[in-house]
């Protein structure tokens, strides 16, 4: 119960952030530090719910959706403000419903969940592009330093233009230059861990369940 708490928390926080994020200098700041915050409770509800003892399969699915609700909206926020190609977003999108539409097929028909001990996936080379330490390590890595990086990129850039002085033009593009090779470097890994799930998951949407005519016949 704690978990989901954070994990709705986390929600509702990114909707704060995104007004402050329209508002004055010092306050794109302050959305800039809850921004970390959100990551850092990304982790949080996960490691509450093993600490309790009250980790479930309900639990972590709730988190993959929290994940989904909290990146997109920053995403199609960050677009709309110009930051971000709108194909950026679009993938995103794409995969997510790609994605969880299959891990809701494979746990409604086989309790299969998404990690774990009862994880979908079939292979070890698809257990290590999706829920291994090393790929979520380098994919939220990624992400949380994208999304910080452009929130302090609108901070910044309001500040150049109230006339904050210590704020450079100069480093500023440099910036921007820097979180757009990182945005895309995110967008690479979402879809490297998403084909594997598309791969395994056709075999709970389709080979299982199948006829066996159907299957002679394609």
Do not use: C
């Amino acid at each position: 119960m704690a978990a989901n708490i954070i994990t709705l928390g986390r929600i509702l926080m990114v909707f704060i952030v995104l007004l402050l994020f329209q508002a004055a200098f010092f306050l794109r700041l302050a959305a800039v530090f809850i921004t970390v915050v959100i990551i850092y409770l990304d982790s949080l509800d996960g490691y509450v719910a093993r600490k309790l003892g009250v980790a479930s399969d309900f639990g972590a699915l709730f988190d993959i959706t929290g994940d989904r609700i909290v990146e997109h909206l920053y995403l199609i926020f960050y677009t709309a403000m110009g930051l971000v190609s709108f194909w950026v977003p679009a993938i995103f999108i794409t995969r997510s419903f790609l994605v969880d539409t299959l891990r809701s097929v494979a746990f409604s028909r086989e309790g299969k969940t998404p990690f774990g001990a009862k994880t979908m996936m079939r292979s070890h080379i698809s257990q290590f592009l999706t829920a291994s330490r090393f790929s979520r390590a380098i994919y939220g890595g990624s992400k949380a330093v994208a999304f910080v990086l452009l929130g302090l990129i609108l901070a910044l850039t309001k500040g150049y233009q109230e006339g904050i002085t210590w704020i450079n033009e100069s480093w500023l593009n440099d910036l921007v230059l820097i979180t757009s090779i990182i945005v895309w470097t995110m967008v690479v890994f979402n879809l490297i861990r998403g084909v594997p799930v598309l791969v395994d998951g056709r075999f709970y949407l389709f080979e299982k369940y199948l006829p066996r005519e159907l299957k002679s016949d394609s």
